[in-house]
C-alpha cells in the first residue's frame, strides 16, 4: 500500500499539459523538519516556485471555549484569499513565534483544522488548486 501524495495545484485529467505536471511528490503525509524545509525550497524560482502561504492555527486563550469557531472561522477565510491570490502550498501551522504567543494561546486541534479547510475550499471550487500541510508540534 502506498501513503505517497502531492502538492500543488492539480490541472483537469481531461487536459493533459506541462503544467498538470508540476506537482511536488511526498512518499508519505508524515513529514519531518527536514522534509518541511524541502518543502519550503520549492518556492524558490529555480525549484519551481511553488507560492506558499502559512496560515496560524493558534487563537487567544482571553476568547475562551467559543473563541474556536471564530477562529476556525477566520482561518478558512484566510486559506479561500491565499488560494485565490495563488498559494498552491497550504501551510497550517500552530507553531508559537514566542514564549508570550504560546502563553497567551492554544491551537485547534489540526485535524479539525485541516477538515474545515479542506471542505471550505471544496466549497468554493478551489480544493484542488492547493496542496494542505500541516505543521505542529
Same mark, same amino acid.
Request: include cysteine; charge should be negative.
Given at each position: 500500500?502506498?501513503?505517497?501524495?502531492?502538492?500543488?495545484?492539480?490541472?483537469?485529467?481531461?487536459?493533459?499539459?506541462?503544467?498538470?505536471?508540476?506537482?511536488? $511528490?511526498?512518499?508519505?503525509?508524515?513529514?519531518?523538519? #527536514?522534509?518541511?524545509? =524541502? /518543502?519550503?525550497? !520549492?518556492?524558490?524560482? +529555480? #525549484?519551481?516556485? !511553488? +507560492?506558499?502561504?502559512?496560515?496560524?492555527?493558534?487563537?487567544?486563550?482571553?476568547?475562551?471555549?467559543?473563541? /474556536?469557531?471564530d477562529?476556525?472561522?477566520a482561518?478558512?477565510?484566510?486559506?479561500?484569499?491565499?488560494?485565490?491570490?495563488?498559494?498552491?502550498?497550504?501551510?497550517?501551522?500552530?507553531?508559537?513565534?514566542?514564549?508570550?504567543?504560546?502563553?497567551?494561546?492554544?491551537?485547534?486541534?489540526?485535524?479539525?483544522?485541516?477538515?474545515?479547510? $479542506? $471542505?471550505?475550499? /471544496?466549497?468554493?471550487?478551489? =480544493?484542488?488548486?492547493?496542496?494542505?500541510?500541516?505543521?505542529t508540534?
Amino acid at each position: 500500500m502506498s501513503v505517497a501524495m502531492t502538492l500543488g495545484k492539480k490541472e483537469s485529467i481531461y487536459k493533459v499539459s506541462e503544467k498538470g505536471a508540476r506537482l511536488i $511528490h511526498l512518499e508519505s503525509p508524515v513529514l519531518n523538519s #527536514n522534509e518541511m524545509d =524541502r /518543502i519550503a525550497s !520549492f518556492a524558490e524560482p +529555480e #525549484n519551481g516556485g !511553488f +507560492e506558499q502561504g502559512t496560515i496560524s492555527t493558534r487563537y487567544s486563550l482571553a476568547d475562551g471555549p467559543d473563541g /474556536i469557531k471564530d477562529a476556525i472561522e477566520a482561518i478558512c477565510d484566510k486559506a479561500v484569499e491565499d488560494v485565490r491570490d495563488g498559494v498552491e502550498v497550504l501551510i497550517l501551522s500552530d507553531k508559537s513565534a514566542d514564549q508570550a504567543e504560546l502563553d497567551g494561546t492554544t491551537y485547534i486541534p489540526p485535524m479539525i483544522a485541516v477538515g474545515a479547510v $479542506h $471542505h471550505r475550499l /471544496i466549497d468554493e471550487g478551489l =480544493r484542488m488548486d492547493t496542496g494542505i500541510v500541516i505543521e505542529t508540534g
